[in-house]
């Protein structure tokens, strides 16, 4: 794997029922890199993120991470999301009853992976750092409002930060800009493009004109396998692309 590869993904094919879902797929991706991952319905996308968080096992290829090149492929979730992997779910879950500044506190404190928050313990060094998170999602002037009373673009930025308070390498995130509102949509751009400046950012996205903003690679899934891959303007003109998404 080259130094410059934080996760590479190859000859990876998963079948459910001897439906393949994903088929001979190879992905690579570089540490701080910004990539979108877009598709057709059942092209696959969600499979993808299973399989690089661990929810679900290839039936056959490799899952390399980082530069000693270890195998995702032994580690459970709660392992792969120690060594890095962060995963944006759609829906936001933040914890609605919970100050802005009490759940980046929470995510702060807890060990890496969603589970530990149940052995949460508050520490009072990590205020700088809340603080910090919140400034880098946006927040920092909703610290003591509660998650509940924020809007939907606002919880996404909260799930985000949240997500960054146990430093991911890799983050991956589903349809950021669902639900949101043309100006939540400019600032969650410009919040994506930030983030990867430090760290991998994997988008998969439906809504071409904020794949656009990004203004990224683009891998198109079709199938369980990469169809195209290249700048936005490269891959729609790709007639293998056009057929997929236009239908034959
Ligand atoms: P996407 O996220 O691109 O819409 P998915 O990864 O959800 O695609 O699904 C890829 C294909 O695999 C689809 O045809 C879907 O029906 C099938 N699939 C996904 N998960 C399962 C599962 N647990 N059992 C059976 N089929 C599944």
């Known amino acids: 794997m080259s130094m410059n590869t934080l996760l590479e993904v190859s000859g990876v094919s998963v079948s459910f029922d001897g439906f393949k879902a994903i088929n001979n797929l190879s992905f690579q991706i570089a540490p701080a890199e910004l990539r979108a991952v877009i598709g057709p319905n059942g092209a ?30 032994s580690m459970n979730e ?88 146990q430093e991911p390498r890799l983050l991956l995130v589903d349809e950021p800009a669902a639900g949101m509102t043309p100006e939540e949509r400019e600032h969650t751009t410009d919040l994506l493009v930030e983030v990867a400046k430090t760290r991998a950012v994997v988008v998969v996205e439906h809504d071409m004109e904020f794949v656009r903003r990004l203004n990224c690679k683009v891998t198109v899934l079709h199938e369980g396998s990469v169809l195209a891959e290249g700048g936005l303007d490269h891959v729609t003109a790709d007639p293998q692309v056009i057929d997929v998404y236009l239908g034959r």
């Open 44 to 73: 696959g996308k969600t499979t993808f993120m299973d399989i690089v968080t661990g929810k679900t096992k290839p039936d056959e290829g490799r899952v390399l991470w980082g530069e000693k090149s270890i195998s995702l492929l």
């Open 78 to 165: 709660a392992a792969i999301a120690r060594a890095g992997v962060g995963r944006k779910f759609q829906k936001p879950t933040v914890f609605e009853d919970q100050t802005v500044s009490e759940n980046l506190m929470m995510a702060l404190s807890a060990d890496r992976g969603w589970w530990s928050v149940l052995w949460f313990r508050p520490k009072a060094e990590n205020r700088d750092r809340v603080a910090e998170l919140a400034e880098e999602v946006g927040l920092l002037d909703q610290l003591p409002r509660l998650a509940g009373e924020l809007s939907h673009g606002q919880k996404q930025w909260l799930e985000i930060g949240m997500l960054l308070a």
